[in-house]
């Protein structure tokens, strides 16, 4: 397995320290971060608003995304209006925020992430079937030219609704820091089968440091 393996009881309250740990060693006066979606992201967002609201000077913070699903922003199933509910709204105003508009493609994000240059801090999560992001087994992203960082794809097996835009495993390996976390004993398998270095997307992760925060059940199938 690529990184660091991080096994805690409290994977929300760990990713919200290590963004705040991330903020305040940052190279530059702004600070970089992309989001991610999914229930275990929501807890990581509503914990990181309750204890960074006043550790983390977030008028200095760019808010980015690392995937969506193309629908409206305000769909349930939009990772930028999950991101907006349990985070954006409850610590104010950020310097900026850039959400994946997929009826635009991904030129125009792939343009703004070149000239940020670097993510800061990208978060990640683990599905079932080894995708991060929205990097599905099997899908056309997974081959994208190494100086495509934001690719749309979809879910060639259907597993997974909503076309999408998502970024590369080039677009992650910018990243200073990237955070996985992987929460309960349904992501077991998938984690043990990324920890035996099986051909799986999330096996293929690269960033300048690479973190995966996991809980017990997650990791209760890692020998």
Not at 39 to 60: F, H, M, N, P, S
Not at 114 to 123: A, I, K, P, Q, S
């Amino acid at each position: 397995m690529n990184g660091e393996l991080v096994v805690v009881d409290d994977v929300p309250g760990e990713f919200a320290e290590r963004v705040i740990e991330a903020f305040h060693t940052r190279p530059s006066d702004h600070f970089s971060l992309a989001l991610s979606g999914g229930a275990t992201a929501r807890r990581c967002y509503e914990r990181l608003a309750d204890v960074g609201g006043t550790q983390i000077d977030w008028w200095k913070v760019s808010v980015y995304w690392g995937d969506e699903r193309c629908v409206p922003l305000d769909h349930e199933d939009s990772n930028y209006r999950l991101g907006r509910e349990a985070l954006l709204e409850r610590v104010g105003a950020v310097d900026a925020n850039f959400p994946m508009r997929c009826e635009e493609g991904a030129d125009p994000y792939q343009l703004r992430l070149g000239e940020l240059g670097r993510f800061d801090l990208v978060h990640l999560g683990l599905g079932r079937d080894g995708h991060t992001a929205s990097l599905f087994p099997g899908s056309a992203a997974l081959d994208a030219d190494p100086g495509r960082l934001v690719a749309m794809n979809e879910d060639p097996l259907g597993n997974n609704p909503h076309p999408r835009m998502t970024l590369t495993f080039a677009g992650i390996a910018r990243a200073r820091t990237a955070v996985v976390t992987v929460v309960g004993e349904e992501k077991a398998e998938a984690l043990a089968a990324v920890a035996r270095g099986e051909d799986l997307p999330a096996t293929h992760l690269r960033a300048d440091r690479l973190v995966w925060l996991v809980d017990p059940a997650a990791a209760s199938l890692l020998p």
